[in-house]
């Protein structure tokens, strides 16, 4: 079985800066891809962004210049930095994994993933 846990949440005042962690671990396993979405209340989860197993990373416009990721191999984890932050930022934001079979490319789309962790809080101030 494979878990992923989110950490780094938290309230942060309008224009600062948060960073989410997410650590897998369990069974061994090669992932395609590792996302991050974000849900609302009341709305849809939705792409954050995505870091591909060849080194290639996507972002949704709205967090392009504010959010980047970036991974530890070794640590088997996945980071993203939030800068600038907004409060239509505040969601909750989920770690996601994608491999085969279940994976084929579609990185900003949540049927992509197999894998999800539990999610972790992030509420900005205005």
């Known amino acids: 079985q494979v878990q992923l846990v989110e950490s780094g949440g938290g309230l942060v005042q309008a224009g600062g800066s948060l960073r989410l962690s997410c650590a897998a671990s369990?069974?061994?396993?090669?992932?395609?891809?590792m996302g991050w979405f974000r849900q609302a209340p009341g709305k849809e989860r939705e792409f954050v962004g995505a870091y591909t197993w060849s080194g290639n990373t996507y972002y949704a416009d709205f967090v392009k210049g504010r959010f980047a990721m970036s991974r530890d191999n070794a640590k088997n984890t996945v980071t993203l930095q939030m800068n600038s932050l907004k409060p239509e930022d505040t969601a909750l934001y989920y770690c996601?994994?994608?491999?085969?079979?279940?994976?084929?490319?579609?990185?900003?789309?949540?049927?992509?993933?197999?894998?999800w962790g539990q999610g972790t809080q992030v509420t900005v101030s205005a």
């Open positions: 996601a994994a994608g491999s085969s079979p279940y994976y084929s490319g579609a990185y900003y789309d949540v049927r992509e993933y197999h894998y």
């Open positions: 369990g069974r061994t396993f090669s992932w395609n891809a």
